[in-house]
């Protein structure tokens, strides 16, 4: 089983729509969790860090953590075309630890 | 500024070239990455330099040769590569080794030839 697990997708969806893009991980010692927007042939870009549980919210954006099953989310508001990319989620798996853990990415198309 | 630049932004090479790829971060970052991404699939973590010290090799065959001259700048000198190499070659810094909040490069498409 892999330490974080993500739906390839591909994911299309229309234009204002509310998407959900998901992970589950396998260890419930894992704290920290972040989502990475990476469009085609770029670096990926930090979208959101959480840590823990509960939710948190910047413009569109929401990422949620639930621990209790090892679930983790992100919600895009009112999508953009603009928003069409890959979205990765990652973890380091413990607190201390230097290297991420990436989930397979979901590849998101909004259509106008 | 929270930009990291990589240099070239493509790479053509043969497998019996030699030739370096260039990473920069002016934020002050104390820890600096190197990934490899093949087509439709998440970074995979080469190295980890913190403090300008190597901190983590992923079991990397030596034909890739990473080198960290200041607390800015990153190398990876690229020899007697594989086709199976070509890929994305992605810099990342943090502010500090223990750092989950990376910032990545636009990164460096290589092909070997």
């Known amino acids: 089983q892999k330490e974080v697990e993500q739906d390839p997708g591909p994911l299309s969806v229309p234009e204002g729509a509310i998407v959900s893009l998901n992970c589950t991980y396998s260890?419930?010692?894992?704290?920290?969790f972040m989502w990475y927007r990476q469009y085609s042939r770029k670096g990926p870009e930090l979208l959101m860090y959480?840590?823990?549980?509960g939710n948190k919210e910047d413009g569109r954006f929401t990422a949620q953590v639930d621990k209790s099953s090892k679930y983790i989310s992100l919600f895009i508001r009112d999508s953009q075309p603009s928003d069409s990319a890959t979205y990765l989620c990652?973890?380091?798996?413990?607190?201390?630890?230097?290297?991420?853990?990436f989930g397979q990415g979901t590849r998101l198309t909004i259509n106008p | 500024d929270t930009e990291v630049t990589q240099t070239p932004k493509h790479l053509v090479m043969g497998m019996t070239n030699k030739k370096s790829l260039k990473c920069e971060q002016h934020?002050?970052?104390?820890?600096m990455y190197w990934y490899k991404q093949k087509a439709k699939k998440p970074p995979e973590l080469m190295f980890v330099?913190?403090?300008?010290?190597?901190?983590i090799n992923e079991s990397v065959p030596s034909r890739f040769s990473p080198e960290c001259p200041n607390s800015s700048l990153l190398n990876l000198h690229l020899h007697a590569l594989q086709p199976e190499d070509s890929a994305l070659y992605l810099c990342?810094?943090?502010?500090?080794?223990?750092?989950?909040?990376?910032?990545f490069g636009p990164g460096t498409r290589l092909t070997v030839t």
């Open positions: 990342a810094s943090s502010q500090k080794s223990v750092d989950y909040e990376q910032y």
């Open positions: 260890n419930s010692a894992f704290q920290y």
């Open positions: 959480t840590y823990s549980s």
């Open positions: 990652a973890s380091p798996g413990f607190q201390g630890a230097q290297k991420l853990v």
């Open positions: 934020m002050g970052h104390r820890a």
């Open positions: 330099y913190s403090y300008e010290k190597l901190s």
